[in-house]
């Protein structure tokens, strides 16, 4: 079975400083997706970026960026110039791409943006 | 506005008693689901669905119940409430390009005391 972790349960930052959230996951298939989900405090869950494995390329979405190392089976989020909307749990979270699709969803790692 | 829908938002049930969260989605995606999140263990998958008429189980089924009638409800039954079910549940559906991921609902706190 697929596994994900979080090995960071808490990070704080800087405004306008960078920050990088850990993620590892454990899987056996070749091909699968790969997600960041921010939930601020409204509960709420937004996606906020996407790694298809095959693809060698990081994925990047204006501030947030991606360092994955699939030979490492790391995914780790990098927040540049963090603001105070960034405060939020972080989900890392693993998808295979045959089959149904069902997330497998690390522990979280909740960011606290320091002004 | 298109998206998943939830309700009820809060609940609070007695032990042994029955209810049925609601979801709808609105984007005539074929994929659903239901996760629930616990503190520290983030969300886990319950119930699933592929398509209207086609469910499957996810890692913590038990004392869950789920029927997909028509593409945009997905309900979520708890049979006889416990506290160990006091959790948030989230709805989610995904059209079946996967890449785009999923979109979730706004989620229900559900307590059972």
């Known amino acids: 079975a697929q596994t994900v972790t979080q090995s960071q349960p808490e990070m704080s930052v800087q405004e306008a400083e960078t920050v990088t959230l850990s993620c590892t996951y454990d899987t056996s298939e070749s091909d699968y997706y790969l997600f960041w989900y921010k939930q601020p405090p409204s509960r709420q869950m937004i996606l906020v970026i996407r790694?298809?494995?095959?693809?060698?390329q990081n994925a990047t979405e204006n501030r947030f960026s991606v360092n994955f190392q699939k030979a490492a089976k790391s995914f780790s989020l990098k927040i540049s110039d963090s603001q105070l909307g960034d405060a939020a749990m972080y989900f890392c979270?693993?998808?295979?791409?045959?089959?149904?699709?069902?997330?497998?969803f690390g522990q979280g790692t909740r960011l606290t943006i320091n002004p | 506005n298109a998206g998943v829908t939830q309700t009820p938002k809060f609940q609070v049930l007695k032990t042994g008693q029955s209810m049925t969260l609601q979801c709808a989605q609105d984007m005539n995606h074929e994929y659903m689901s239901w996760y629930r999140q616990d503190p520290g263990m983030g969300l886990r998958l319950i119930h699933y669905s592929v398509g209207a008429g086609i469910t499957d189980q996810g890692e913590v089924p038990n004392g869950y119940n789920v029927s997909r009638s028509t593409t945009e409800d997905f309900p979520l039954r708890l049979l006889s409430a416990a506290p160990s079910q006091t959790s948030v549940y989230f709805c989610a559906s995904s059209p079946t390009v996967w890449e785009r991921g999923y979109t979730f609902g706004s989620g229900t706190r559900l307590t059972v005391v």
């Open positions: 790694q298809e494995a095959y693809k060698q």
């Open positions: 979270a693993y998808s295979r791409i045959q089959g149904a699709q069902k997330l497998v």
